[in-house]
């Protein structure tokens, strides 16, 4: 955490009155979508750069990521004047790709999804040995993700609930981690999109369905499976885990843009889409939602305004 401090910003823990009475309960919004790059990611990649000797950054950095981690790492190395090239999905967001690059890193956009570049990532450090950074399955990075939770239990330490995205897990690894070494009594609940749900099936006890054609518009949380480090975290420290549509995560998205003035992207919105949803009975509980990004493409909010529109008229506030 320590190492961490002057590096990124605290983000805030807002209410919503809207949020409160739609849902009968207090809910309180940790914004990463306000965080340095845009998003969560860059705690984790921060932590673990920082972390690495001058030896093993001397051939570079390598990553593979779907947009928020590649920025993450991109503007870790830049702060300690190293190289990075980052492999990335060839239908990444325009504007997470363009911001790696502006925050200087070398980008290779290869593959339908983050699975397939980290394969070509994974390559290129076999012949090269540059430094690889997870983006989830690595104990630095999952600690960096972690001072969210111990953030939201200072903000806040009435907290009975915090809901998180779940892509690769690095998140509700750390986060999980966090909250049950200090208040055990928090229940951590996981968000995945139902059309990429690896890590739901696996903890609910599903026989796993081939995931070869995953989909989901949270482009940050498509990833075909757990985590060899996180999953066996979460199936300790994570009490439910829970799946939401596209339909209802584009829903959450414009009710942050309309009610919230933010546009926050796909991953980010999941776990606001659970609690909207009543997923997870919290009907007079204090909870505490992870908006875990805002790197959107603008372009594609009139398809997420169009999608929401058979949500919204179940609820009536758009």
């Known amino acids: 955490m ?3 401090k002057d590096k990124v910003h605290q983000t805030p823990l807002k209410q919503s009155r809207t949020l409160n009475s739609l849902t009968s309960a207090d809910v309180y919004l940790k914004l ?3 965080q340095k790059t845009g998003s969560f990611k860059l705690r984790g990649a921060m932590n673990k750069i920082l972390s690495l000797s001058d030896q093993e950054v001397k051939n570079g950095i390598l990553a593979a990521s779907a947009g928020n981690h590649a920025q993450g790492v991109a503007m870790a190395c830049s702060l300690r004047g190293i190289k990075s090239k980052i492999y990335m999905p060839k239908h990444t967001p325009f504007s997470k790709a363009s911001a790696t690059k502006g925050y200087g890193a070398e980008i290779v956009l290869v593959g339908e999804t983050y699975d397939e570049s980290y394969q070509k990532a994974v390559e290129e450090m076999n012949m090269n040995s540059s430094t690889f950074v997870h983006a989830f399955d690595d104990e630095k990075v999952i600690a960096g993700q972690g001072t969210i939770g111990l953030e939201m239990l200072q903000q806040n330490d009435q907290l009975n609930f915090i809901f998180v995205p779940i ?12 909250i049950k070494a200090i ?15 690896a890590t739901y099936q696996e903890f609910s006890g599903q026989k796993m369905k081939s995931m070869h054609a995953i989909h989901t518009i949270a482009d940050g949380i ?9 999953y066996p975290i979460i199936e300790k420290y994570v009490d439910e885990i829970v799946t939401v549509t ?9 009710f942050m843009l309309e009610r919230e003035k933010m546009l926050v992207e796909g991953a980010g919105a999941a776990a606001l889409a659970a609690i909207i949803n009543k997923k997870v009975n919290i009907n007079k509980k204090k909870v505490g939602c992870i908006i875990s990004g805002g790197n959107v493409d603008p ?9 929401s529109k058979t949500t919204m008229k179940l609820y009536s506030i758009g």
């Open 183 to 197: 208040k055990p009594s928090v229940k951590v609940i996981g968000v995945q999109a139902s059309g990429a749900s």
């Open 246 to 254: 596209d339909e209802e995560i584009a829903h959450a998205i414009m």
């Open 167 to 178: 892509g690769g897990g690095g998140l509700i690894s750390g986060v999980a981690l966090a």
């Open 222 to 230: 498509m990833v075909k499976e757990p985590g060899v480090i996180t």
């Open 32 to 34: 990463e979508n306000l």
């Open 2 to 4: 320590e190492q961490l």
């Open 299 to 307: 372009v594609k909010i009139q398809t997420y305004k169009e999608m």
